[in-house]
């Protein structure tokens, strides 16, 4: 299928991927006068008096917001924020096809941080919580950081943190396939962006012991000085043997390569130099840091990439509407780490022994039943780590 094309003829004959259906009827005066006024006055009262009950008497426990700046579309780059509505139209389906959840889109036309900031605070009371797309590093770590000073909401940025909870979901099991340990594994991450940064966090919290980051200037040390606060914070979380030089030196010697940077960066002569049955995940997209035939034949034993044409997919759709779901479940006033992790083990636990041994780590990306087994692993979660408020 040519998607270019037929993403154009249906965008077109959609004229857009949502839309507002009414959940009250008005046939008649009656109808009118209680869905509208004088009736609505009543629940606005008892919002008033208690401001709690907006969750019982609008949709707002069960209304998210996806939010882009327009700043890092996709593979687009800096696009502005009106050229991103196709995507947070597309995100708002996967929200209610996965997991019942309604969103609505909101493109800025700012992509000052304050701006962003207040702007999304000043509306966050209409929403059971706020899905940043799209936002580019290093703004978007200040800007996800601020709002969940501010707002009683979770606030969730999937480019960093549905990533990282797929990428750890894919890692155990491959670690399962390798009969490797969490503790003894060198990891090397080739970017080091919104969801190289989030990643690397997630694994330090799950285990991982010595993970080195190279971006295009190389390997993150700490005796390099950054500019950019982030790849400080990594330089002094990472590469605790302070290794330098570029993505060949550091690969050596390593039992998982994971990319999110560029195409074709990793060899099969890097490959060869990594530690028997290597785990490679590449994510660039839509061209992989490495092909998953050259992998294999490098000697890799696990290959997952971020494409659908090829087993084992990496996909944030895994994640974020289970993770959503399960949070608005309980009312959470965040989503923490301890509920990424939660929801990481859901995703890992969905994969067989069946699954296993034909070399599947993880479910499939159209396994719509995931969400609902990360739903309640993430409420329990919330609920043990203090977050939930029901």
């Not at 990282?164 to 090397?188: F, H, S």
């Not at 010697?253 to 940077?261: L, N, P, R």
Request: net charge negative; charged share 25%; with cysteine.
């Amino acid at each position: 299928m040519d998607y270019k094309k037929v993403a154009m003829e249906k965008h077109r004959e959609w004229g857009g991927k949502i839309e507002v259906i009414s959940r009250a009827t008005v046939n008649t005066a009656d109808d009118l006068s209680v869905a509208y006024t004088p009736g609505v006055a009543e629940p606005c009262l008892a919002i008033k008096e208690n401001p709690e009950k907006v969750y019982e008497l609008t949709r707002k426990h069960n209304m998210v917001a996806v939010i882009t700046d327009g700043s890092a579309v996709l593979g687009l780059g800096n696009i502005g924020g009106v050229a991103g509505m196709p995507v947070m139209e597309g995100k708002c389906v996967l929200f209610k096809e996965f997991a019942d959840v309604d969103a609505f889109p909101l493109c800025l036309n700012t992509q000052d941080v304050d701006q962003v900031v207040d702007t999304i605070y000043h509306i966050s009371d209409s929403f059971g919580g706020i899905n940043l797309e799209d936002i580019g590093a290093p703004r978007c770590f200040e800007i996800e950081r601020r709002l969940k000073e501010k707002c009683q909401i979770p606030i969730f940025h999937d480019d960093q943190h549905g990533t990282a909870v797929v990428v750890l979901a894919g890692i155990r099991n491959a670690l399962k396939l390798t009969k490797k340990k969490i503790e003894d594994c060198k990891v090397v991450m080739s970017g080091a962006g919104a969801a190289g940064t989030a990643i690397a966090k997630l694994l330090l919290k799950a285990g991982f012991k010595n993970i080195v980051m190279c971006n295009i200037d190389g390997v993150i040390s700490r005796d390099v000085e950054y500019d950019d606060p982030s790849l400080t914070e990594l330089s002094e979380i990472t590469n605790p043997n302070n290794e330098k030089g570029e993505l060949a030196d550091i690969i050596k010697g390593a039992d998982i390569f994971i990319g999110v940077s560029a195409p074709n960066i990793l060899t099969g002569e890097m490959v060869k130099t990594m530690n028997e049955d290597a785990i490679i995940f590449a994510m660039a997209n839509p061209n992989p840091e490495i092909l998953p035939n050259i992998a294999l034949e490098a000697g890799a034993k696990v290959v997952a990439t971020g494409r659908s044409d090829y087993p084992n997919q990496i996909n944030n759709v895994l994640a974020f509407p289970g993770i959503f779901r399960g949070a608005l479940d309980v009312r959470a006033i965040d989503i923490n780490e301890e509920m990424l992790l939660a929801a990481s083990d859901a995703i890992a636990n969905l994969v067989t022994e069946k699954d296993l041994e034909n070399g599947i780590i993880i479910p499939s990306a159209l396994n719509k039943s995931v969400s609902k087994d990360i739903a309640f692993a993430v409420a329990e979660a919330a609920r043990k780590s203090g977050v939930a408020r029901l």
